[in-house]
């Protein structure tokens, strides 16, 4: 027997005929599998001829729920390797109340995403990583908040204006004894019911407010397809008032941590390659805005940029290798190009990518507020394109105005619709 990764997608239905038409079927692990072959392949074939084991189940692309679908995957595949599997994802997109089935596996699981509605725990539960939801979230205002202890703690949450219960995710954060947390912004999705009190990210500074010591290990951001981030900092850029400014200081004020990784926007490319130091200026003033929330916290920024290589090199390279001192609200500031035998490269690499798309990384730029014992480490990553390019340096001076924000996306992989009879992999068993 072979324990497995399973990947489970639907097969589109095409836009002509009726909408009441049934599903064609399903992918596994990108093999085609025609609704009227379900049987014979799931329960004959992978359970009792290949005798495979499944270790980790991913449903991906399920949009809503489909009843027929969900009977023949669970009944026919999944129900005898609850006990073998240890990574349920994409659990709600696919079964979003959550049923029996999915309850046993998240009782007996170690990575869960996202924690469904209906799966209750009864007795304590240990998770390496958990995923709730904003919806979720929501629903434990009037709920208990089930007795569980998760090593790192994934919140995905639809806008950065998303209104959520400050007390809730306290709560969660100290009675599951949470290591490290990550915040998606998705920047898509229905918008949970914002008739309720709570706080958004974007509301303006309480000078006030009391700072709670720093309890976790890392926090992530991020805000990989958040457009509406690119556009505050827009704004920032034309000299506009925006609540983005205030953005970092409250994420560090709800989940107080000593290192903070933040991955920008793919919308944001263009602002890489044109206008890379008024958008390094940009990042100091959001994340260096609350002078004593951020005060012995270590940030790693990473953009992402695509033909990089109209970034000039000016002839100050020179320039680039020694250190640099400059003022910064009335503190003396230094900025640097890191040794590439720094640690910080380490955690960089360490850092999974955005994206799959193969990637040059150029040289990480730090700069430190000894004041503040803060440091912000920038890493710029250059998408390979299939056209040559030439070495650069990431300029010391402003480059030309940016174009504009534009509505550029991450590239997805195209799946084959099985109209022609091919397959986009290889399949679970061949």
Known sequence: MEYKTVVISPIPIPNEGPSSQKSRGFYINYERVPAKRSFDFCHSFLNHVARIKINTLKFEGFGVFEEEIHHDIMSYLVERHVPTIRHYEGAADFCASGCETCEQIARNCEVYSDIQSDVTFSEPKHFKHLTINEAW?????????????????????????????KEIIDRIVTVWNVRMVTLSFSGSGQIADQNIKGFSFLDPLDPTEKLKPSILESLHIDLWTAQTFCYGVGHYLKKRPTPFVNFFANIQKVFPARQVFITAPYAMCCLTIHRFEDLVKTLMEFLWVDTFNCRHVTFFVRLMGREMKKIKDDGREKKNEV?????????????????????????????????????????????SDPSNASEIHIEVCKVQDNRPTVPVTVPPAPGPPAPGLGDQNPKKRKRDDGDNGSNQREGVVR
Not at 146 to 154: M, R, Y
Not at 350 to 359: N, Y
């Open 323 to 367: 250190d640099t001192t400059f003022l910064f609200h009335n503190r003396t500031c230094l900025r640097h190009l890191t040794p590439q035998f720094s640690p910080i490269y380490q955690q960089l690499h360490a850092w999974p990518l955005p994206t799959d798309e193969p990637i040059d990384r150029l040289p990480v730029i730090t700069i």
């Open 137 to 165: 979230l929501k629903d434990m205002c009037s709920l208990k908040v089930p007795s569980l202890s998760v090593d790192h703690l994934e919140l995905k949450i639809i806008s950065e204006n998303s209104l959520l219960s």
